[in-house]
């Protein structure tokens, strides 16, 4: 698995695939395999980390992105992922209960999210609450 992020205003940020919100980190997957992607930025005064607009896709030439989180961080596709969690106003968490695989010769898999640094809304981070 391969996580690429994109960062808005500076955010510094590490992703890592864990095998839970605290669990350890999980270098080779099998399809049984239950991850939770941990995304983590640097603290910045006055702002928030907000995850959206995830995709999916292979890493063969040609691969179409499947969108499977939406602008308000919510998920696409319950069965596969879930809705972006916010554990701090820093750090947040995708689950990822079935690992996905795209047909081809290459097992490898593109996840891909933007992850900007938005301006808190007074003294505390305001996210929007799926259904």
Do not use: W
Not at 18 to 27: A, E, H, I, M, S
Not at 46 to 58: D, H, I, K, P
Not at 82 to 110: C, E, K, L, M, W
Request: one cysteine or more; aromatic letters at 10%.
């Amino acid at each position: 698995m391969l996580l690429v992020l994109a960062h808005g205003r500076l955010a510094k940020c590490d992703s890592r695939p864990r095998n839970g919100p605290d669990g350890k980190l999980v270098t080779g997957v099998s399809l049984d395999t239950s991850l939770f992607y941990d995304i983590t930025c640097k603290p910045s005064k006055g702002f928030c980390l907000r995850v959206s607009n995830c995709t999916v896709a292979g890493d063969e030439k040609g691969s179409v992105p499947y969108t499977i989180i939406d602008a308000n961080g919510c998920t696409l596709e319950e069965s596969l992922f879930g809705h972006v969690q916010y554990r701090t106003d820093f750090q947040a968490g995708i689950a990822n209960p079935y690992p996905i695989r795209f047909r081809g010769a290459s097992s490898a898999v593109i996840f891909y999210c933007q992850t900007t640094l938005e301006p808190k809304q007074g003294t505390k981070c305001e996210h929007f609450t799926c259904k």
